[in-house]
Nanobody, 126 residues
Framework: QVQLVESGGGLVQAGGSLRLSCAAS??????????MGWFRQAPGKEREFVAA????????YYADSVKGRFTISRDNAKNTVYLQMNSLKPEDTAVYYC?????????????????WGQGTQVTVSP
C-alpha cells in the first residue's frame, strides 16, 4: 500500500503564494517508478486536474488554468512532490489532492491514479 499526506494549505490573499507538499510512504512505494499528480475540487464542482509529473521529473503536465502560475516538482530522495502556487486567484480555492500511480507514463485523468491523499484546503480571499 501507498500512503500520501498533503500539507501546506491555508488561507491566502489573492496574488499571494502557497507551496503544497505531498509526502509518500508505504512498503510498496518507490518514487523512482511512480507518477504523481495534483488535483483539486471546489465546493459543488467535480474534481479537476491541476498538474502532474513523471517519475524522473522530466515530463510535466499542467491545466491551462494554472499554467504559468503553478509549478510541480519532486524530490525522490525525500519521497515528496511539491506544488508551488503563485499569483493565486479566488477561483483557485479548493481542496487539493495528491495522487500517485506506479508507472513511467503520465496522465491528466483522475481515474488513472491508484492512490490518493486526504486533501488539503486552499482558500484564496479576494
Amino acid at each position: 500500500q501507498v500512503q500520501l499526506v498533503e500539507s501546506g494549505g491555508g488561507l491566502v490573499q489573492a496574488g499571494g503564494s502557497l507551496r503544497l507538499s505531498c509526502a509518500a510512504s508505504g512498503r510498496t512505494f518507490s518514487a523512482y517508478s511512480t507518477a504523481m499528480g495534483w488535483f483539486r475540487q471546489a465546493p459543488g464542482k467535480e474534481r479537476e486536474f491541476v498538474a502532474a509529473i513523471s517519475w524522473n521529473g522530466v515530463s510535466t503536465y499542467y491545466a491551462d488554468s494554472v499554467k504559468g502560475r503553478f509549478t510541480i516538482s519532486r524530490d525522490n530522495a525525500k519521497n515528496t512532490v511539491y506544488l508551488q502556487m503563485n499569483s493565486l486567484k479566488p477561483e483557485d480555492t479548493a481542496v487539493y489532492y495528491c495522487a500517485a500511480k506506479g508507472s513511467i507514463f503520465l496522465s491528466r485523468l483522475s481515474n488513472w491514479y491508484d492512490y490518493w491523499g486526504q486533501g488539503t484546503q486552499v482558500t484564496v480571499s479576494p
